[in-house]
């Protein structure tokens, strides 16, 4: 082997050498890199994971929220049978025997006013005097206007005498006669009209005094003195008075169709008023429409109610019981007023089974009692109406339905627990639930370890360990922590390391 050769062979192995050198540290670079990239895909992909997994679980609290909010709460009742009875309760208004308003008849000025409300009249009695001037002048007129039409009539009637004497010694043709003779008639036929006129005016200024027509009780007194008032029936501001006859009482109910064989005449009533509880005042039915009105499909019936001691005011409020001759039992059920639906096929009521889905059922309303009505036919004992329904409310819905509750006082009876109350109390009782189920089922906390409380000085905030997944179930809804409020935690292991390295170059 040459010179040449050998040196070239050492050169070449020397390359060798370092090029492995050189490959060996790349080698653990590469190695380095490796692992670095794989921890930052496991954080990656962790992060991914913990982000995937919370919007996951927010996404299922959304959806159950939205669905807990579009569902329908509702209370319901059980119909309650109706209760046999031979009595027909009804209501009704009483009013005077004979009531009317008093007009004037004359127009003048209210001169002066004899009676006033609550006063008892009789037949006759001046009630109140108007002024009337012009009338007055107009009578004045009219008996001077009387008695020149009579003088008028003497002077026709000497006339018509003297020459009928003539013409009977035919001293006058017959044509001249009978010009007297008509002369004579007009002028009895003028006092005849004079005097109607007077009588008139007479009897036009007799209507200065309003007097009562009828034995009674004035209920309203509409004018003072130097009112002026007008002749005529001008509307009800314009009367006068009003008289009522409040000896007997009279009592018109409307009585259903189905009920109306059952009334008759002669039967007994009972009347009840609101401001004399317990009291009762007996009357007769004395007569009947014996029609059926077509619009409200009832009968009308007149009762009559002695009223001697007065005690009871025309005008009031009353239940009236009727003792039918033969009652029929028509009514079946007792639903509230609120609970029915008005739909073009007829009433209808909203029935919830046990699944919640709402079935509608077409009701016959026997009768109205206000608060209650009373149904013939459509409903079992066994159906839970819905009270209170919505007009959006259709066969097929599901709804959560809970029994109507009993009011706590008597005295909040007639109100009626609305939808919204259903629903919020309902919502506590599920979240209620929840939370406890929850509760049981989450791990305590794990605490910071005692050995990094001890080694962390004072003013380091030490993380805590990040909890289960469990508090979102806890609480579905609650917001994310912020990212501010888990700073001073993330910083906790910085600030801890210049605490050691300050702790390892001590003297100690």
């Not at 003779?181 to 004079?194: C, G, Q, R």
Request: glycine share 6%; with cysteine; net charge positive.
């Amino acid at each position: 082997m040459s010179i040449n050769s050998r040196h070239a062979t050492i050169a070449m192995h020397g390359l060798h050498e370092h090029e492995a050198a050189h490959n060996v540290h790349r080698i653990g670079m590469l190695r380095q890199l490796k692992k670095v990239a794989f921890f930052i895909c496991v954080c990656l992909f962790l992060g991914s994971f913990a982000i995937i997994g919370f919007r996951y679980l927010h996404g299922n609290a959304l959806a159950a929220t939205n669905v807990e909010n579009s569902k329908l709460y509702v209370y319901y009742v059980n119909p309650k049978p109706g209760n046999a009875s031979k009595k027909l309760v009804l209501p009704g208004t009483l009013q005077g025997y004979a009531e009317t308003p008093i007009y004037a008849r004359i127009s003048g000025y209210v001169q002066r006013w004899y009676k006033d409300i609550g006063d008892h009249v009789n037949k006759g009695d001046l009630l109140a005097q108007i002024d009337t001037p012009e009338v007055m002048q107009q009578l004045a007129e009219a008996k001077a206007s009387r008695a020149q039409t009579e003088a008028n009539l003497q002077l026709a009637k000497s006339s018509f005498e003297r020459w009928k004497a003539l013409r009977q010694r035919d001293a006058v043709s017959q044509q001249e006669l009978d010009e007297r003779t008509n002369t004579f008639n007009l002028a009895k036929a003028n006092v005849d009209a004079s005097e109607a006129n007077v009588q008139r005016l007479t009897q036009l200024l007799s209507y200065n005094k309003v007097v009562a027509p009828f034995s009674g009780l004035i209920t309203k007194r509409n004018v003072d003195v130097g009112n002026l008032v007008d002749a005529g029936n001008g509307g009800a501001p314009k009367a006068l008075f009003s008289v009522a006859q409040i000896d007997p009482l009279r009592l018109y109910v409307q009585v259903p169709e189905a009920y109306s064989p059952d009334v008759q005449v002669g039967i007994e009533a009972s009347v009840s008023l609101t401001e004399m509880p317990g009291k009762k005042f007996k009357g007769k039915v004395v007569r009947t429409s014996g029609a059926i009105d077509p619009v409200s499909r009832t009968l009308q019936i007149e009762i009559n109610i002695p009223n001697t001691d007065r005690k009871i005011l025309p005008g009031s409020y009353a239940q009236v019981e009727l003792q039918t001759s033969e009652h029929k039992e028509v009514a079946t059920w007792t639903l509230p007023n609120n609970s029915v639906l008005f739909r073009p096929d007829g009433v209808m009521v909203g029935v919830v089974d046990d699944q919640g889905q709402v079935t509608l059922k077409k009701i016959t309303i026997g009768r109205d009692l206000g608060v209650s009505l009373l149904v013939t036919s459509g409903l079992q004992t066994t159906d839970r109406v819905i009270v209170n329904p919505p007009d959006s409310l259709a066969s097929g819905d599901l709804v959560v339905a809970k029994v109507l509750p009993a009011p706590s006082k008597p005295a909040n009876a007639g109100n009626e627990p609305t939808k919204a109350d259903a629903k919020s109390e309902m919502k506590t009782d599920t979240k209620a639930e929840s939370k406890s189920e929850t509760k049981s089922q989450s791990k305590p906390e794990s605490k910071p370890d005692a050995a990094l409380e001890k080694l962390a000085p004072k003013d380091t905030v030490i993380a805590p360990k990040p909890s289960s997944m469990s508090q979102f179930k806890t609480d579905p809804t609650a917001a994310p922590t912020s990212p501010n409020l888990l700073a001073p935690a993330q910083q906790a292991p910085s600030s801890a390391k210049p605490a050691a390295n300050n702790t390892t170059r001590s003297p100690s």
